[in-house]
């Protein structure tokens, strides 16, 4: 069902556990001229473009890309009541963690007359993407639109593919997560074609571009955002998920294999590791696996991921190797269940979000820790951070100097000025001395 590696013998070096990391093949440059051409055509047929692709990727034509505001109230007083207390439950407690986010803003005094002022300030708009496929996912309207709200980010956009079984529109639930949030400007589309409409506009629809696309979705949302950086902000490529759970023998390997499921059933492309250094556990995890598999409501999906190359139980030789492996990889979400989890975090510098003990499942995080779900894949957590307030915020730094205070380091400029061959920088300061 899953792989076995045997690295107990291999030195836990990064360049050597870079060949050795268990990851699906994804066709990227297939992916991206789709993509490629799925915005190119937004760009220059707008709306009949988006609602060509609706028609054919998503199965269903709809009335209008554009979600008329009744159908979102509407949305929000048929919703489950148990549905609308969670997600009211998780815009309170991610609305919480991302106000602990915001920076401050600060002052710096080199001296009389001379300052230097650090700012934040929150772009003017952003596009929010919410997948649909495969499920529903209400969560991601709520780690999408709060930390951009947080950040005070003054005109927000949704866009979510749309659903065949409610008629070309977006799926009730996502919409009735929209309006619990104030949301009002929401859009039936989806993929690349999605992403091209929030970067470059439809005018047609009056959709503006926007300054930032976040979200997570498929390969060709990934190579979308990738396609359109530089004409507009993103969060990062996220992908298909990723669980990587570090444990010893101390571990509930029932517990293990639960949370392996539990991310194999979002998409046959998800990758589910465990990294130990007992293989007595692996064993008692295999065994989980064969008995909670069978059971699981999306048995093909699961069975597929589990049994994909990207997934594996990896064995290591100590926890220090288990780390290095886990840093090497990178993952989305990383679990560390073992008897001193605190030490092995000690030993982490590359995760999404990180999951301490056995009480501190995947699922906790995608739904109601209060961190937000909207993570990097592939790696990328070595360079980039999980969705927050921040990601819509730029540091500004304000430049304020006296005459007296830019007096003192006229010199020093002139010099600098000359040493580069840029006579007219130190000109520029001179000026304001010199008598006219």
């Known amino acids: 069902m899953i792989q076995t590696i045997d690295l107990r013998d291999v030195q836990p070096n990064r360049a050597t556990l870079a060949t050795l990391i268990p990851r699906s093949e994804n066709d990227f440059s297939s992916a991206t001229d789709i993509a490629r051409s799925l915005i190119d055509a937004v760009r220059e047929r707008g709306e009949e473009a988006l609602l060509e692709q609706a028609e054919r990727l998503d199965g269903v034509r709809p009335s209008g890309i554009r979600i008329h505001a009744e159908q979102i109230g509407e949305a929000v007083r048929t919703l489950d009541p148990a549905v609308r207390l969670a997600i009211e439950e998780s815009i309170r407690r991610v609305t919480i963690a991302s106000e602990a986010q915001l920076p401050v803003g600060s002052v710096t005094d080199l001296g009389d007359g001379a300052q230097v002022i650090q700012r934040w300030q929150p772009v003017a708009r952003v596009g929010l993407y919410v997948p649909g496929g495969k499920a529903v996912y209400p969560s991601s309207v709520v780690m999408n639109v709060v930390p951009a709200q947080v950040a005070g980010v003054s005109s927000i956009a949704l866009a979510s593919p749309a659903q065949k079984q409610f008629g070309g529109s977006v799926h009730p639930t996502i919409l009735a997560a929209a309006g619990l949030l104030g949301i009002d400007e929401v859009y039936a589309m989806g993929g690349a074609g999605a992403v091209g409409a ?31 950086r530089g004409v507009t902000g993103i969060d990062s490529e996220a992908g298909p998920t990723e669980i990587l759970v570090i444990a010893d023998a101390t571990a509930n390997a029932r517990l293990i294999a639960a949370d392996l499921v539990s991310q194999a059933e979002h998409d046959e492309l998800a990758a589910a590791l465990l990294v130990t250094d007992s293989a007595e556990l692996a064993d008692r995890v295999r065994a989980e696996l064969g008995t909670l598999v069978p059971a699981t409501h999306h048995l093909a999906r699961v069975r597929e991921a589990l049994a994909g190359q990207q997934s594996a139980i990896v064995l290591v030789a100590d926890l220090s190797a288990a780390a290095s492996f886990s840093n090497a990889y990178g993952p989305e979400h990383l679990e560390i269940q073992t008897g001193e989890p605190g030490a092995v975090l000690d030993l982490i510098d590359n995760a999404g979000a990180i999951f301490l003990g056995e009480n501190s499942p995947v699922s906790l995080g995608d739904y109601l820790a209060g961190s937000n779900h909207v993570l990097p894949t592939g ?6 951070s999980g969705l927050g307030a921040y990601t819509f915020l730029r540091p500004q730094q304000v430049i304020n100097y006296s005459r007296e205070a830019l007096r003192v380091v006229e010199e020093r400029i002139v010099a600098l000025s000359s040493a580069e061959d840029l006579p007219a920088h130190g000109d520029a300061v001179t000026a304001r001395f010199t008598a006219t």
């Open 379 to 384: 790696g990328q957590s070595r360079f980039s």
């Open 198 to 228: 929030f970067a470059y506009g439809v005018p047609s629809i009056a959709l503006d571009p926007v300054d930032v696309i976040t979200g997570p979705g498929n390969i060709f949302v990934a190579a979308a955002k990738r396609l359109v």
